[in-house]
T-cell receptor, first 110, second 111 residues
Framework: DTGVSQDPRHKITKRGQNVTFRCDPI?????LYWYRQTLGQGPEFLTY????????KSRLLSDRFSAERPKGSFSTLEIQRTEQGDSAMYLC????????FGQGTRLTVV | EDKVVQSPLSLVVHEGDTVTLNCSYE??????LLWYKQEKKAPTFLFML????IEKKSGRLSSILDKKELFSILNITATQTGDSAIYLC???????????FGTGTRLKVLA
């Protein structure tokens, strides 16, 4: 399967813990995006990479969130000191002109 | 602030009906408009539109963009129960290439 791959698919964590998600984009895509989606809402932009450079980060994004794409291939999104409000689906997408989504990581903070 | 607004928020139709979903946008440095179908998982790409007035078509689905009036429509003809989903549109910006999503239209097709 050469689509966008995310891991894990589901994560349950206790409030205050740190979590890290991984995204493997489609190999020829140099653009990679992270989005967050909650129930009844469209995906909300978090951050965007072109190759290894993080070119934009949402102003709404707390300092507890950080993303990396060290070699311009896979990316990680870390959330430190998780809060219940962080519970959401975290979506990764990669693309050229379009954007193709992975299956997402569903985070539940208890 | 950039925004994308979709209407209606939800729609219930019967199999065989034709539906039109609307998307209006206000996106700085607009580059493209994307349509997605979302069932119980991640959004699946449908169309990318960059030019006004040129219809894109895939089977029973078609879409068109009006860059003067800043909107797009997605048409689905002869709807089937498998078309039941949330349909999302997103405005893409040049420069950063990020996409701003609407909240989606929830379509339910009854047998």
């Amino acid at each position: 399967d050469t689509g966008v791959s995310q891991d894990p698919r589901h994560k349950i964590t206790k409030r205050g813990q740190n979590v890290t998600f991984r995204c493997d984009p489609i190999s020829e895509h140099n653009r990679l995006y992270w989005y967050r989606q909650t129930l009844g809402q469209g995906p909300e932009f978090l951050t965007y990479f072109q190759n290894e450079a993080q070119l934009e980060k949402s102003r709404l994004l707390s300092d507890r969130f950080s993303a990396e794409r060290p070699k311009g291939s896979f990316s990680t999104l870390e959330i430190q000191r998780t809060e219940q409000g962080d519970s959401a689906m975290y979506l990764c997408a990669s693309g050229g002109n379009e954007a193709f989504f992975g299956q997402g990581t569903r985070l539940t903070v208890v | 602030e950039d925004k994308v607004v979709q209407s209606p928020l939800s729609l219930v139709v019967h199999e065989g009906d034709t539906v039109t979903l609307n998307c209006s946008y206000e996106v700085t440095n607009f580059r493209s408009l994307l349509w997605y179908k979302q069932e119980k998982k991640a959004p699946t790409f449908l169309f990318m539109l960059t030019s006004s007035g040129i219809e894109k078509k895939s089977g029973r689905l078609s879409s068109i963009l009006d860059k003067k009036e800043l909107f797009s429509i997605l048409n689905i003809t002869a709807t089937q129960t498998g078309d039941s989903a949330i349909y999302l549109c997103a405005g893409g910006t040049s420069g950063t290439y990020k996409y701003i999503f609407g909240t989606g239209t929830r379509l339910k097709v009854l047998a």
